[in-house]
């Protein structure tokens, strides 16, 4: 039975967030001031030393990850057992000097969810910035502090009209991006039961794709991916990759994501199975045994592609 889905593994930090996206899932945890200790970080990194594992992949996301108090140990811990790290932030609160530090700490990748280029209104949160919030010089902090940068879009009412210009600074400026659909939250996972989640577009894919296309000014076809097959259409463009990416559950791929473990304890690999295991024993033996269980659940998501 393996320990880990697909070899990787996404630590939720905080159920805390800077900003109140309406389209939020918060990796199927309730939105709370909830944080993850760096005891349970650093015990879930022993008991995989215990059994020969490593994380290929290690992602740190929330909530927003800049607001935990130890981030810089997190991640720190975290490259211990893991190959790569990256995390996941809406980029607002990040500093050239943090960015440097994390990054000498082991991170190795900045994926930025950004949903506009207006630099007082990034992403769909009540009302606008106090200050501006300029996504060019977040990526120009980040490159100098030797990180990879991704970018991440969630496709909306929102931004519809401005997913070219999104997809056009992308390849610019060598920036991986991914466009993903509208996912509407029923219900969040809490001890006893399982989330609700189903995928509601707010924009057709065709209609994406074509935005997309007509920023770019370049005649791509987008083809389904290797690692995940139909359910995410790529294309390059100048050496960048463009992704649309759609809900993993309708097609039983959420597993390849990695198994998630959050500021509660909860382990799962489908968002909509939290609540069913949880890190209490932390014993090696114990957080081997937690993770092994959730890994091997399948999704439980009632909606399926056909």
């Known amino acids: 039975m393996p320990v880990l889905a697909n070899g990787k593994i996404r630590l939720i930090v905080t159920g805390k967030c800077n900003l109140d996206c309406f389209y939020c899932h918060n990796e199927g945890q309730a939105k709370e001031e909830t944080f993850l200790r760096l005891a349970s970080v650093e015990a879930v990194g022993a008991a995989l030393g215990a059994v020969g594992t490593r994380a290929e992949e290690l992602t740190i996301s929330g909530g927003e990850p800049f607001l935990h108090p130890q981030l810089v140990q997190i991640v720190a ?6 190959d790569h790290v990256s995390m996941v932030s809406n980029g607002v609160l990040a500093r050239p000097e943090q ?4 990054a000498a700490h082991g991170l190795r990748k900045l994926r930025i969810g950004v949903d506009s280029l207006d630099d007082t209104k990034p992403r769909p949160s009540p009302g606008r910035l106090a200050g501006r919030f300029v996504l060019a010089d977040v990526v120009r902090a980040a490159s100098a502090a030797n990180l990879a940068v991704d970018l991440n879009v969630v496709v909306t009412r929102f931004n519809r009209d401005m997913l070219g210009e999104l997809a056009r600074f992308a390849v610019v400026n060598g920036l991986s991006i991914k466009f993903f659909e509208h996912v509407e939250v029923a219900a969040y996972g809490a001890s006893g039961r399982v989330g609700g989640m189903a995928a509601r577009p707010h924009v057709s894919m065709d209609s994406a794709l074509r935005r997309i296309v007509e920023g770019v000014g370049a005649p791509v076809t987008f083809e389904p991916t290797a690692d ?3 359910s995410n259409l790529a294309c390059r463009v100048d050496g960048v990759e463009i992704r649309y990416c759609r809900y993993l559950c309708g097609f039983d791929l959420c597993w390849v994501t990695g198994t998630r473990i959050d500021p509660q304890g909860y382990v799962y690999n489908c968002m909509v199975n939290r609540g069913l295991d949880r890190l209490r024993d932390l014993t090696p033996a114990g957080i081997v045994d ?8 399948p999704c439980r998501a009632r909606t399926r592609v056909d």
């Not at 811990?77 to 893991?82: V, W």
């Not at 937690?290 to 659940?297: E, P, Y």
Request: glycine share 4%; no cysteine.
């Open 77 to 82: 811990a975290a490259a211990r057992f893991s």
């Open 99 to 102: 960015l440097a530090v994390l």
């Open 228 to 230: 995940f097959g139909e």
């Open 290 to 297: 937690s993770l092994s269980r959730a890994t091997a659940r």
